[in-house]
């Protein structure tokens, strides 16, 4: 594509030489230009100078003339003899017509052209009167007097004329000098310039054949970089590592390598044949997405990577990364590199798979670690549910020994019926949470309040830990905000740190067995859940290790629970570890992350824990 006219004219100015040229071309100019003013002003001055000179030439002249006539006249006077007097008229004609003549050389100058008019005027009167003057001569002698004075008059005239005109002849010649002198050192400061700007073309020009050569070399090593770049660039395109294409804007495709070819289907022949168009691969769903990457093609020049789908030749569908970038700006081609998904989708879709039937076996775990944890708290759970129901019984009765009283103490029988209700509803509320921890249900979170689930897994275990002399103890934080969880889920966690700390102190011979639950809020803006018993503790080279598969330090253990324990907290988002107690035993703990609503709605905080609270 042509450059513009004056960007290609800047161009060419950018060249020393060419500017050099342009500079002496322009002194010429110039030169000549004050050369051409200067000659004619010059020429002026020498016009001036030669016309003043005439004036006092023919001044001169005149001033002859009549000294002549006043020889002549005067020798006449004196002698009366007619042969000083020349022809009748001739003397008197030359006057006039130097009188006439300087007239006409003094019309421009409106003073001289004021006295040559009087000048003439007196001229005429004074010849006239001297020939008056001659014919009474003889009769009169004051007539050569009278004719001396008329011709001092005209002299004086003439002089005065002189004056002035070789006053203004000596400014002119001066003038005229001046010019001289400066038109000499005009042309020596041009000459000198002229070599001056000569060497300086001179030195331009070598270094303007050095640039070129420089120039010269440096386009053959461009030429052979790109030539070698565009070999790599061929060779990456063959290479058919992903696909290439080369592609107008509006959608034609006009170049592709083989890798681009066998993800759509198509063969070379399709491609040359030109059936190859971008609005023939995308599927209508995806037309919007491309007036899009068209229209950042066109604003920034480049499109980055997204994820679409190509429709192939035999009409399946491939999904596909593709992202291009334009030649130049202003252009309408460009490249695109296109890589095919089908591999990772497919992997994609068999880890989900097996991220499900990971879900699905952690689940059947899960349910066979509650329902055994739930088989070894059998006994209390029966204490539990005998509870309520052995209570309604005697209120039953009570109730009915008010009603045989007489008369029916029926307030006493109204209270009795609600203790009975009472007792109902506690004692469906145990069977309820026995039902969910036993039952098979997929994981249903949320937003619920973690000391709501202490409190009620501690009501199930109660009875085991009285029966094991276990102090349950409790330091809960109140206003703790909600968590989201499944509530079976982490209810199995509590469950299995509490009866696993129960365990623990039962084999311990002497010395107070205690388990404090606390809760609080945790640094990281989350909830924090710690289980501490006084039992054996752990030992520090198997902390480690608790938490693995199949680990257990149970005669009778499958060394499951702990892991699945911190797999359901680990899929909340939450951590959980382990160390050691002080002064001896155990501590459990594990975080877990806000509900969304309450990150967003809450500060981080420090809740301060209450008392503690015995639960046993």
Known sequence: MSAPAPALSLRWFARPLILAVAVLVGLFVATSFLGLQYWQERQATHHFVAHSREVVETLDRLRAIVAELETERRGYLMTLDPAYLKAYGVS???????????????????????????????????????????????????AALAMIRSMDEIRSQIDQMVDHERFRLAGREARAEAFEQRWTRLIAGAVALVVALAGAALALAR???KRRRQATEENIQLQSDLAARDIKIRRLFDANIIGIIIWEVEGRILEANDAFLRIVGYDRDDLLSGRLHRTDLTPPEWRDRDVQTVAELKRLGTAHPFEKEYVRKDGSRVPVLIGGT????????GVGFVLDLTPLKRAEAEGREHERRYREALMELAHANRVTTMGQLTASIAHEVN??????????EAGLNWLEAQPP????????????????????????????LIRKAPPQKEDMQVNQAVLEVIALTRSEALKNGVSVQTQLAEGLPSIQADRVQLQQVLLNLIVNAVEAMAAVGEGERELLISTGRDTSSGVHVTVRDSGPGLDPKNVECLFDAFYTTKPTGMGMGLAICRSIIEVHGGRMWAGAN????AVFQFTLPLAQDETASRPLKAVEPTGRRSGA
Do not use: C, Y
């Open 326 to 333: 334009m030649f130049g700006a202003g252009g309408d081609q």
């Open 387 to 396: 509870q309520p129901i052995a209570a309604i019984v005697a209120n039953a």
């Open 207 to 209: 270094i303007e054949t």
């Open 582 to 585: 002080e002064p001896r035993g």
């Open 92 to 142: 008197d004609e030359s006057v006039r017509r130097e009188a006439q003549a300087l007239q006409m050389l003094v019309a421009d100058d409106p003073l001289q052209g004021l006295r040559a008019g009087h000048l003439a005027l007196t001229v005429v009167a004074t010849l006239r009167e001297i020939d008056e003057l001659l014919k009474t001569a003889g009769k009169s002698g004051l």
């Open 409 to 436: 103490n029926l307030a006493r029988v109204r209270q009795t019926f609600g203790w009975i209700t009472g007792d109902g509803m506690r004692a469906g509320d145990i069977i309820g949470r026995i039902r969910a």
